[in-house]
């Protein structure tokens, strides 16, 4: 199939002060004190995204940027408008996008808030994850609750209006009680987005090592669960529609950057660590600063061959369902190059996913329930995956030659 050029942009800054303790992303931590503007080593790498951006080939103007981490306010006004800058010189920045940057609340000034604005950041994400003082320090954030309520009240001052409060459930001593106080919180600041995550423990992370000492006490499955339904209940009575499993936004706040993401997009990656999809082709960089260098400067391995009709498939169903749309068949069948036919008919293990009230088909949609669905999204999309390992199979629908794919 044919695919559109890439209209959106993520570039990796991996810079933290420090790592926290739940974190399995490719970071490199500075230290407390430690000055992005002034740092020898931040400099070095954007000096290794320009060279990696300016030989991109061109492409049409991007409509969304995100700029994640790491700590990306590590970097000072200056530093973020040279980015973009150098962004808009390679592929342009179209008329109203939507520029995403993460936000670390204690990174937060005035001025420092301001000079993002000035630079062209027009959205923020805010790492707030708890309101509790004991609690973020248990998991190894540097910031406060105050830091938080300061952070989003100079984000109203600045004019930066659109922002969004990342909160993490299922964290080590969190209870019923604390999770209820942390939504109030959360509430009373009047967000007009809010991404919800569940605690994940990666290996290699120090809650991993702890939980394999024993040293961990985490909620149990079935309380997280129930924070998880509570906290969408109350995000959806305060005006807060969940648009996706994970985020929640008031009307015309949405993230636009994540759709392309859920909706089987291209986009470029650019940095350490970051993925990319152009052309039907996935690009991974390597998660190491020496690594990244050396695959900047010698041959760039790490593309992966494009994608079967199967494995797109199954990727945009596993993206596409965790929007509260869901996917639709036939636009499926048709971005995979297969005949609609093939996914009319859902296997006796979806159908039973739908007479449980977790999934709702209807017509050609498939979308999963709220909250039922979404609570058991994983027991679904599991499903859906052995839906389409069975399409696929020997003698499964896909081989089945009397359909003819559409040309």
Same mark, same amino acid.
């Given at each position: 199939?044919?695919?559109?050029?890439?209209?959106?942009?993520? +570039?990796?800054?991996? *810079?933290?002060?420090?790592? !926290? *303790?739940?974190?399995? *992303?490719? $970071?490199?931590?500075?230290?407390?004190?430690?000055?992005?503007?002034?740092?020898?080593?931040?400099?070095?790498?954007?000096?290794?995204?320009?060279?990696?951006?300016?030989?991109?080939?061109?492409?049409?103007?991007?409509?969304?940027?995100?700029?994640?981490?790491?700590?990306?306010?590590?970097?000072?006004?200056?530093?973020?408008?040279? #980015?973009?800058?150098?962004?808009?010189?390679?592929?342009?920045?179209?008329?109203?996008?939507?520029?995403?940057?993460?936000?670390?609340?204690?990174?937060?000034?005035?001025?420092?808030?301001?000079?993002?604005?000035?630079?062209?950041?027009?959205?923020?994400?805010?790492?707030?994850?708890?309101?509790?003082?004991?609690?973020?320090?248990?998991?190894?954030?540097?910031?406060?609750?105050?830091?938080?309520?300061?952070?989003?009240?100079?984000?109203?001052?600045?004019?930066?209006?659109?922002?969004?409060?990342?909160?993490? %459930?299922?964290?080590?001593?969190?209870?019923?009680?604390? /999770?209820?106080?942390?939504?109030?919180?959360?509430?009373?600041?009047?967000?007009?987005?809010?991404?919800?995550?569940?605690?994940?423990?990666?290996?290699?992370?120090?809650?991993?090592?702890?939980?394999?000492?024993?040293? =961990? !006490?985490?909620?149990?499955?079935?309380?997280?669960?129930?924070? #998880?339904?509570?906290?969408?209940?109350?995000?959806?009575?305060?005006?807060?529609?969940?648009?996706?499993? %994970?985020?929640?936004?008031?009307?015309?706040?949405? !993230?636009?950057?994540?759709?392309?993401?859920?909706?089987?997009?291209? /986009? /470029?990656?650019?940095?350490?660590?970051?993925? %990319?999809? $152009?052309?039907?082709?996935?690009?991974?960089?390597?998660?190491?600063?020496?690594?990244?260098?050396?695959?900047?400067?010698?041959?760039?391995?790490?593309?992966?061959?494009?994608?079967?009709?199967?494995?797109?498939?199954?990727? #945009?169903?596993?993206?596409?369902?965790?929007?509260?749309?869901?996917?639709?068949?036939?636009?499926?069948?048709?971005?995979?190059?297969?005949?609609?036919?093939?996914?009319?008919?859902? %296997?006796?293990?979806?159908?039973?996913? !739908?007479?449980?009230?977790?999934?709702?088909?209807?017509?050609?949609? =498939?979308?999963?329930?709220?909250?039922?669905?979404?609570?058991?999204?994983?027991? $679904?999309?599991?499903?859906?995956?052995? /839906?389409?390992?069975?399409?696929?199979?020997?003698?499964?629908?896909?081989?089945?030659?009397?359909? +003819?794919?559409? $040309?």
């Amino acid at each position: 199939m044919a695919f559109s050029p890439p209209r959106s942009a993520y +570039v990796h800054i991996p *810079f933290c002060h420090r790592r !926290c *303790f739940y974190c399995d *992303f490719p $970071v490199v931590p500075l230290g407390d004190r430690v000055d992005g503007a002034t740092s020898h080593s931040v400099a070095q790498y954007l000096g290794w995204l320009e060279e990696e951006i300016g030989t991109s080939p061109p492409g049409p103007p991007l409509s969304t940027l995100y700029i994640g981490g790491g700590t990306p306010s590590l970097l000072s006004a200056a530093q973020t408008a040279w #980015l973009l800058a150098l962004l808009n010189h390679q592929f342009g920045l179209a008329p109203g996008a939507e520029i995403t940057m993460e936000l670390d609340p204690a990174d937060a000034s005035a001025e420092r808030l301001e000079g993002y604005r000035t630079a062209g950041v027009n959205r923020v994400s805010l790492g707030a994850q708890s309101f509790d003082n004991a609690l973020l320090a248990a998991i190894g954030r540097r910031h406060s609750r105050q830091d938080i309520e300061t952070a989003v009240a100079l984000l109203r001052a600045t004019g930066l209006s659109r922002w969004s409060l990342d909160l993490i %459930s299922g964290l080590p001593e969190l209870t019923p009680a604390l /999770w209820e106080a942390t939504l109030d919180q959360a509430l009373s600041l009047a967000p007009p987005h809010v991404s919800l995550y569940d605690l994940t423990l990666g290996g290699g992370t120090v809650f991993d090592r702890w939980l394999e000492q024993g040293r =961990l !006490c985490l909620p149990p499955e079935t309380t997280s669960a129930a924070m #998880l339904d509570r906290a969408a209940q109350r995000l959806e009575a305060a005006g807060l529609r969940r648009y996706e499993i %994970s985020s929640f936004a008031r009307p015309d706040h949405a !993230c636009r950057h994540n759709r392309v993401y859920w909706g089987g997009g291209q /986009w /470029w990656g650019f940095g350490m660590g970051a993925a %990319s999809s $152009v052309a039907g082709q996935r690009l991974t960089r390597p998660r190491t600063r020496a690594g990244y260098q050396a695959w900047l400067h010698g041959p760039r391995h790490g593309v992966h061959p494009p994608a079967s009709a199967k494995e797109r498939l199954e990727d #945009l169903l596993i993206t596409g369902l965790r929007r509260s749309e869901g996917v639709n068949c036939r636009q499926l069948a048709q971005q995979c190059s297969l005949p609609p036919e093939i996914l009319m008919t859902l %296997s006796p293990r979806l159908e039973r996913n !739908c007479a449980q009230g977790l999934l709702c088909c209807e017509g050609p949609c =498939l979308r999963l329930s709220q909250p039922q669905g979404f609570r058991l999204s994983n027991q $679904v999309l599991a499903d859906c995956l052995l /839906w389409v390992e069975e399409l696929f199979a020997p003698g499964g629908a896909a081989h089945d030659t009397s359909l +003819v794919a559409p $040309v």
